[in-house]
């Protein structure tokens, strides 16, 4: 049977498959980024209520108007230019979603996208929908800092727009003021688009602050600034992600994502008001759980003896397993996270999988801490085998 050509440019996702082959071998875990624990109560009986309650069908397609207007007070404070919900915001099927609507509302086939790597395994999927061409930039281990000289270097007259996530999955890295400041040179000097991710604006460690590439005036009117509620409140699941953008931007990405979902489902979107609504109680107790969770899972690794960067923000780490006390510690990234999953238990993803850069994630692999403590203190027992052998 004839398939589009298109599906041959990119494959399942591999870090899908590390969770389904969690699932077969009983492993715990660690290889896709969503936590083990539940929602805030009250969001989630702000769900059951609205279904309850008749909030069930379509909502407006760019998105319910309560979690417009709630969003749009959240992003302008966090961007600095007066939101408004009736216009700058859409509400979508996660950052996923978000991310493709904006390239194919913005991409014209064969038009270049800039993509940082190591960098989310969505990022050149939906580039390839978009019959984009994504290029790839590397970051060096082990500081993984923006190298705009390097970036620049990759631009040609066809390049249209940066894809810029921070703070960051896979390397936890918080991009600092400088960094960004050498993105949004480079979108003003060569006339691009900048298109953020910052699904983790809510987990940063050791007093960071995120700032808002799209805050900053020079680039307010180029900026698309994509947000989800996932992974702040423990709801992956629950597919809510938001664009916020200049009118002509927003005008252009609200149809397509129109006609790719209709709408985020009603009742959780009614829910996310909910959410977004919980006192600063709830984020004081988010972070202190996060840095305990980060310090859990670095002290594991550093005990074991991988190598890696403790994680400025988000929750991730890669890290490099070359100099563990184990047979495997020379085998290839696959191969070795392989192992880990079905023999140790413990599922991880390759460092090659967040490259497409030949060279590059080799050596190194990927683990997700959003976990109850004792989830990783059960991730440690079992690791702890990889040194008896
Ligand atoms: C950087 C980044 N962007 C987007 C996503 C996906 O977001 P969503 O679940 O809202 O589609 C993830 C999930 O891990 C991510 O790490």
């Known amino acids: 049977m004839h398939v589009a050509a298109r599906t041959s440019r990119f494959q399942e996702s591999m870090i899908r498959e590390m969770t389904r082959l969690a699932m077969k071998h009983d492993a715990i875990n660690l290889s896709q980024g969503f936590p083990d624990f539940n929602p805030p109560e009250e969001v989630?009986?702000?769900a059951v209520k609205a279904i309850r309650d008749g909030v069930n069908q379509y909502?407006?397609?760019?998105?319910?108007?309560?979690?417009?207007?709630?969003l749009a007070e959240k992003y302008t404070r966090q961007l600095g230019w007066e939101v408004d919900p009736d216009i700058h915001v859409a509400v979508v099927c996660g950052v996923t979603e978000a991310i493709t609507a904006t390239l194919l509302a913005l991409l014209d086939p064969g038009e270049e996208i800039i993509i940082i790597e190591p960098a989310h395994e969505n990022f050149r999927p939906a580039a390839v929908l978009a019959e984009a061409v994504p290029v790839s930039v590397p970051l060096e281990k082990p500081d993984y800092r923006i190298d705009p000289a390097r970036i620049e270097r990759a631009i040609t007259p066809k390049t249209r727009a940066i894809l810029f996530n921070t703070p960051h999955n896979p390397t936890g890295r918080v991009f600092d003021a400088e960094e960004v400041q050498g993105i949004i040179d480079l979108v003003l000097r060569h006339d691009l688009v900048l298109i953020t991710d910052e699904i983790y604006d809510q987990i940063l460690y050791d007093g960071r602050v995120h700032v808002s590439p799209g805050s900053y005036e020079a680039v307010r009117d180029r900026t698309v600034?994509?947000?989800g509620m996932g992974k702040t409140y423990a709801m992956?699941?629950?597919r809510l992600g938001?664009?916020?953008a200049p009118e002509p931007l927003i005008n252009a990405i609200r149809p397509i994502h129109d006609y790719m979902t209709i709408c985020?489902?009603?009742?959780l979107q009614a829910a996310a008001v909910a959410a977004l609504?919980?006192?600063?109680?709830?984020?004081?107790?988010?972070?202190?759980?996060?840095?305990?969770?980060?310090?859990?899972?670095?002290?594991?690794?550093?005990?074991?003896?991988?190598q890696a960067v403790r994680p400025e923000g988000a929750y991730y780490t890669l890290a490099d397993y070359t100099s563990i006390d184990a047979p495997q510690s020379d085998w290839p990234a696959d191969r070795f996270a392989h192992w880990l999953t079905t023999e140790i238990r413990v599922a991880a993803v390759a460092g090659t999988n967040f490259y497409t850069v030949p060279g590059y994630g080799d050596g190194s692999v990927r683990f997700a801490f959003p976990k109850r403590i004792e989830t990783l203190r059960e991730a440690h027992a079992r690791l702890s085998r990889m040194l008896d052998q």
């Not at 909502?59 to 709630?70: D, F, H, I, Q, S």
């Open 225 to 227: 600034t994509c947000g």
């Open 277 to 306: 609504a919980l006192p600063p109680s709830f984020y004081t107790k988010h972070l202190a759980d996060y840095h305990e969770r980060r310090d859990v899972m670095m002290d594991v690794l550093y005990t074991l003896g991988f």
């Open 242 to 244: 938001h664009i916020i």
């Open 44 to 46: 989630i009986e702000a």
């Open 59 to 70: 909502t407006v397609t760019w998105g319910y108007p309560p979690l417009r207007k709630a």
């Open 264 to 267: 985020a489902p009603t009742p």
């Open 236 to 238: 992956t699941g629950w």
